[in-house]
């Protein structure tokens, strides 16, 4: 059974950083995706970042330039660091994967999640 566990949220000021963390145990990788969403009150989900099997990233454009995606395979574990954060990025992010994706960021793609982590930027 497919498990993402995240970790890694919280407060900080604008303009500050976080790196998120996902943990996942009982997935295969022979044909991935793996991305963060988030989802404001009141919004919808989103996708912010993604990463397939080939390393092939993809960001939503508010994010470009200032959150990276990454993964160490070894450990099982997707990454998403955040720098200059902004007040609009105030969510609750969320990891998923899937076993196949087309648009990276699309969340109907997406077949596993984890529980999320709340992550809350002040101006």
């Known amino acids: 059974q497919v498990q993402l566990v995240e970790s890694g949220g919280g407060s900080v000021q604008a303009g500050g950083s976080l790196r998120l963390s996902c943990a996942a145990s009982?997935?295969?990788?022979?044909?991935?995706?793996m991305g963060w969403f988030r989802q404001a009150p009141g919004k919808e989900r989103e996708g912010v970042a993604a990463?397939?099997?080939?390393?092939?990233?993809r960001y939503v454009d508010s994010v470009k330039g200032r959150f990276t995606i990454s993964q160490d395979n070894a450990k099982n574990t997707l990454y998403l660091q955040m720098n200059s954060l902004k007040p609009e990025d105030t969510a609750m992010y969320y990891c998923?994967?899937?076993?196949?994706?087309?648009?990276?960021?699309?969340?109907?793609?997406?077949?596993?999640w984890g529980q999320g982590t709340q992550v809350t930027v002040s101006s």
């Open positions: 009982g997935y295969t990788y022979s044909s991935y995706c």
């Open positions: 998923a994967a899937a076993d196949f994706c087309d648009s990276l960021l699309r969340v109907s793609e997406y077949n596993y």
């Open positions: 990463i397939d099997s080939y390393g092939s990233t």
